[in-house]
């Protein structure tokens, strides 16, 4: 399946580009609305792009009253992501979204690169929305952790049914003449092609650790790179930056894998999965 990354697809503003899609994910929602951070919230970087959004979204109350109806019209499956501070928001959240039937899964975006004990949060955060709901749980984890492998295995274990690989690392970008942070808040996520070897490897090592289904996401531009995720483990692939320059990365991302796969004597690009892992990785690095 190919999947646009959280908030990186306005399907209400672009709903073609939405449809182009197997599956649309939706920006983060939180119990409250929030406004997120100043401007400036956005900058490039010669290796991907920065951002300091904040987690901007209307509040669950008004998402599932105003947004939803109108995100069932596009007739494409939605994922909501879910975050929160505590774990007890995320419950909130998925009994929210239990009974709405539009919601085809959450994804529990669990990726607060500050938190210091990522296994328990993870561990806490996963149970709580395990109970609160019967729908599949996706979790989006950070690659910025010791181990994403044991992180993984704490999520399986609490009940998730899938993971999302992988949400942005923390960045920084000076302002060439003055020197100060060209972001409000300072320092933001950065995405884009300087993510990719980060996000193969965490999606390569959550594949050994629990050989759970994974949306593969970091720096995909093209056929080849996303191919490379399948390869690494995941079973699907999601879009996120390469939205902002080209709207049409899905349908042209869709064209180049088959072809990427055809040109290995492949029918499908499902072939290469988890090829990576076929001669130890490990062993070939050593
Ligand atoms: C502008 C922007 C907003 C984002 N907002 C969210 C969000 O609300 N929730 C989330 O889980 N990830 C969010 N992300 C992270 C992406 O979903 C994705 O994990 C990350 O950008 C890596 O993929 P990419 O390199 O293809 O962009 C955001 C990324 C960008 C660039």
């Given at each position: 399946?190919l999947?646009?990354?959280?908030g990186?697809?306005?399907?209400?503003?672009?709903?073609?580009?939405?449809?182009?899609?197997d599956?649309?994910?939706?920006?983060t929602v939180?119990?409250?609305p929030?406004?997120?951070n100043t401007p400036?919230?956005?900058?490039?970087?010669?290796?991907?792009?920065?951002?300091?959004?904040?987690?901007?979204n209307?509040?669950?109350?008004r998402?599932v009253?105003?947004?939803?109806?109108?995100?069932?019209?596009?007739?494409?499956?939605?994922?909501?992501?879910?975050?929160?501070?505590?774990?007890?928001?995320?419950?909130?959240?998925?009994?929210?979204?239990?009974?709405?039937?539009e919601?085809?899964a959450?994804?529990?975006n669990?990726s607060?690169p500050?938190?210091?004990?990522?296994?328990e949060n993870?561990?806490?955060?996963?149970?709580a929305?395990?109970?609160?709901?019967?729908?599949?749980?996706?979790?989006?984890?950070s690659?910025?952790?010791?181990d994403?492998?044991?992180?993984?295995?704490?999520a399986?274990t609490?009940g998730?049914?899938?993971?999302s690989?992988?949400?942005?690392?923390?960045?920084?970008?000076l302002?060439a003449r003055?020197?100060?942070p060209v972001?409000?808040?300072?320092q933001?996520g950065?995405?884009?092609p300087?993510?990719?070897?980060?996000?193969?490897a965490a999606?390569?090592?959550?594949?050994?650790?629990?050989?759970?289904?994974?949306?593969?996401?970091?720096?995909?531009?093209?056929?080849l790179?996303?191919?490379e995720?399948?390869a690494?483990?995941?079973q699907?692939?999601?879009?996120?930056?390469?939205?902002?320059a080209?709207p049409?990365a899905?349908?042209r991302?869709?064209?180049?894998?088959?072809?990427?796969a055809?040109?290995?004597?492949?029918?499908?690009?499902?072939?290469?999965?988890?090829?990576a892992?076929?001669?130890?990785?490990?062993l070939?690095?050593?």
């Amino acid at each position: 399946m190919l999947l646009n990354a959280s908030g990186c697809l306005d399907a209400l503003t672009a709903p073609d580009v939405a449809r182009s899609l197997d599956v649309f994910v939706t920006k983060t929602v939180t119990p409250l609305p929030r406004e997120g951070n100043t401007p400036v919230r956005i900058a490039e970087t010669d290796v991907g792009m920065l951002n300091s959004i904040g987690l901007a979204n209307p509040g669950i109350d008004r998402f599932v009253t105003r947004s939803l109806p109108q995100l069932e019209k596009l007739g494409v499956p939605v994922w909501v992501s879910v975050g929160g501070f505590e774990a007890d928001d995320y419950a909130e959240i998925c009994s929210r979204l239990d009974d709405e039937a539009e919601v085809a899964a959450i994804e529990l975006n669990v990726s607060c690169p500050n938190v210091e004990a990522p296994v328990e949060n993870v561990t806490r955060i996963v149970a709580a929305a395990r109970l609160a709901t019967r729908k599949p749980l996706w979790a989006k984890l950070s690659p910025a952790v010791p181990d994403i492998g044991e992180v993984a295995k704490a999520a399986q274990t609490a009940g998730a049914d899938g993971l999302s690989l992988v949400n942005t690392v923390r960045g920084l970008k000076l302002d060439a003449r003055t020197l100060r942070p060209v972001l409000e808040p300072g320092q933001g996520g950065l995405s884009g092609p300087a993510l990719k070897p980060i996000a193969l490897a965490a999606v390569a090592s959550c594949y050994r650790a629990t050989a759970m289904p994974i949306v593969g996401m970091g720096g995909i531009q093209d056929g080849l790179d996303a191919l490379e995720f399948i390869a690494a483990g995941a079973q699907h692939v999601a879009l996120g930056t390469v939205l902002f320059a080209d709207p049409d990365a899905p349908s042209r991302i869709r064209i180049e894998l088959h072809a990427a796969a055809s040109e290995r004597g492949w029918n499908s690009s499902d072939d290469a999965y988890a090829i990576a892992h076929e001669e130890s990785l490990s062993l070939r690095t050593t």
